[in-house]
């Protein structure tokens, strides 16, 4: 989760971030000072404290943790983890602010319909909602939050870090395509395949596909379902399955790719992206053709026609067009890749995103 580190690493110096967590994971990589992990205590106390935080009656991490800092605001992240800390913050009498990222906005009301409630709950104790962009904001204010409540704040990138490298190809080469993305159905990745079957008598295609699917079931199928969309494609030989990949791995293989592309989809289960994935973010940066979809906030993050090209959800023949007019149009991409870095540069800059968040602590804690 580099998105999140991002918003603890580039906090103006002034503040001092604590984080309570119940694990921690590749610390060699994200070094963030002021963690307290929850796992450190005994079990039985571990345990008993998830009980009473899945309630959502008190999380003694987050007690402890606030009144050993002095902290002044708590920043929970998901919807569902503010309202579990709802009772914890008006204990320990911290200012509450919290960011929704997708899957607690579309996902979780609709499968437990009890979570329409509970956010309802949380919207009258809440100081400050924070989201990716104006589409979740609208579902945010359709689940009973006060617009005047919710602040939309983009999700950074390391701008700085990520090499702008304009792409070109050349007909007669190999179209080197990439995709990235976990194996779930939101991710639209069997429409991208279909897709990619469609042209592949007009060009050599060469697609890389990083990703793979969790231990749930639903992600299993969705991984049948992406390997019979090949086979039946007759992608065999055209395409590379990396599985999961750390995210350097990524970017280099972003470096030696055409063009990326990220047809998310609204899944069955509701499920969405909710804002926008942030792999669109750094590839836009990184200087690489994108195509996606009117899905979410992702029409913020590319703008269609300008930046990169969008398709319906679900709509093969919109990718296929797409694809088309970027081989077609081969010598028209270095206008809309450097107007893609510049949106990038100028919304999604961790470093600017980082003092933003900063002045909104402050309005927050100041109210």
Known sequence: ?????????????????HIACSNTENLDLFKVPGIHNHKNTSKPEAFLNLIMRKKGWLNKQVLNVSRKTDAQLLHSHFGHTAWENMRTARKAGLKHVVTFYGQDVNYLPVQRPIWRKRYRELFEHIDGVLCEGSFMKNCIIELGCHPDKITVHHLGVEINEIEYKPRSWKPGTPLKVLIAASFREKKGIPYAIRAFSAIQDKVDLEITIIGDSSREEHSKTEKQMILHEISKGRLQEKVK??????????????????????????????????????????????????????????PGVILHGKTGLLANERDTEGLVAHLSWLIEYYDDWENMLQKGRDHIQQNFDARIQGVKLGEYYKSIINQ
């Open 1 to 17: 989760m580099s998105w999140l580190y991002n918003q603890v690493h580039y906090l103006p110096d002034e503040f001092k971030s």
């Open 241 to 298: 399955l990396l599985g999961f990949q750390p995210h350097h791995r990524m970017m280099e293989e972003a470096y030696h790719h055409h063009l990326f592309i990220s047809p998310s989809v609204t899944a069955s289960s509701g499920d969405t992206e909710g804002g926008a994935p942030i792999s669109l973010i750094e590839m836009a940066a990184s200087g690489m053709p994108l195509i996606s979809t009117l899905h979410c906030d992702i």
